[in-house]
């Protein structure tokens, strides 16, 4: 009768000892695909005091916003208390050739490119970090296009300028537009279209298209805008909200998550809701005085 005999003393092989360290290395994997990024924040007080903490979520009713501090304890500050909060190790996209800055009566700007104006009174534009977005026109001053330089540069900047044009009278009424060349023509923008802009020129009373990437800027008749929105009239705290295309939406934080925050924005109490994700959002300030009733 054969008998057979177990060794015991055989080493195990190498693939046993990793065994158990590829199982916890798969498990950190689905841990971090399940739950998501966590997204540290430097929160800057009006005391002076800076707190390193994770945002989690806010409350529009009581105006509080729920953070972890780096202990692991969680605290509720008050919007009202905050001065700014600044994400790091995000880094802006690069400019586009071809988009524009929209700078609205109310505050704010977004880094976009246009789409169509639909019967000169609605404007689509589409923003890396915002997405799609038909924008009254009234609710705009202007827009300056992007990756322009010299001459050219400063001119827009300056045509954005409350002392940008001429105090005349007849100005307020005109559309103020600027070409690349640093030549203003005056009139009326009739059509926007992502290869041209069609104007009537006041002083030629003639139809002149110019083509988007000759653009510099245009400033926006005064007596159209409506700046019924440019002051806010409600007893809320107002936000900056700057994200990586360099966009900054001002207005009423309505709530923040682990994935985006959403704001309603100054220039249109009605518009929807405007929600950059927190991928793109580099930075928030928070206005330090309330609209009084």
């Known amino acids: 009768?054969?008998?057979?005999?177990?060794?015991?003393?055989?080493?195990?092989?190498?693939?046993?000892?990793?065994?158990?360290?590829?199982f916890c290395g798969v498990?950190?994997?689905?841990?971090?695909?399940?739950?998501?990024?966590?997204?540290?924040?430097?929160?800057?007080?009006?005391?002076?005091?800076?707190?390193?903490?994770?945002?989690?979520?806010?409350?529009?009713?009581?105006?509080?916003?729920?953070?972890?501090?780096?202990?692991?304890?969680?605290?509720?500050?008050?919007?009202?208390?905050?001065?700014?909060?600044?994400?790091?190790?995000r880094p802006d996209h690069f400019v586009r050739t071809g988009d524009q800055t929209f700078y609205f009566g109310a505050g704010g700007h977004i880094c976009a490119a246009v789409e169509s104006l639909e019967k000169g009174e609605t404007l689509t534009i589409r923003s890396q970090s915002l997405g799609r977005h038909v924008i009254p026109l009234n609710a705009l001053h202007g827009f300056t296009a992007m990756a322009v330089e010299g001459?050219?540069?400063?001119?827009?900047?300056?045509?954005?300028?409350?002392?940008?044009?001429?105090?005349?009278?007849?100005?307020?009424?005109?559309?103020?537009?600027?070409?690349?060349?640093g030549v203003p023509y005056a009139g009326v923008v009739e059509s926007f279209t992502p290869v041209q802009l069609e104007f009537e020129h006041d002083e030629q009373l003639q139809d002149v298209k110019i083509g988007t990437f000759k653009l510099a800027g245009v400033r926006l008749a005064e007596a159209a805008r409506d700046n019924?929105?440019?002051?806010?009239?409600?007893?809320?705290?107002?936000v900056?909200?700057?994200?990586?295309?360099?966009?900054?939406?001002?207005?009423?934080l309505e709530t923040v998550d682990p994935f985006e925050w959403r704001v309603r924005p100054s220039f249109a109490a009605t518009s929807r809701r405007t929600g950059p994700s927190l991928t793109e959002v580099t930075g928030a300030s928070v206005s330090a005085w309330r609209a009084s009733k």
């Open 1 to 22: 009768m054969s008998v057979n005999h177990c060794r015991t003393d055989v080493p195990r092989s190498r693939s046993s000892f990793l065994r158990p360290l590829r």
């Open 228 to 238: 019924t929105h440019s002051r806010p009239t409600v007893d809320l705290v107002h």
């Open 27 to 89: 498990a950190l994997v689905l841990f971090a695909l399940v739950c998501g990024p966590a997204f540290g924040v430097e929160i800057k007080l009006f005391d002076g005091a800076r707190i390193a903490a994770l945002v989690e979520t806010y409350d529009s009713k009581t105006g509080l916003m729920t953070v972890y501090l780096t202990s692991g304890e969680g605290t509720a500050i008050p919007l009202s208390s905050i001065a700014a909060i600044y994400y790091s190790g």
């Open 151 to 181: 001459r050219a540069a400063r001119l827009a900047e300056d045509l954005m300028r409350p002392d940008g044009i001429p105090d005349k009278p007849e100005n307020a009424f005109l559309d103020h537009v600027l070409d690349r060349r």
């Open 240 to 252: 900056g909200v700057f994200c990586r295309d360099r966009s900054c939406i001002t207005g009423v």
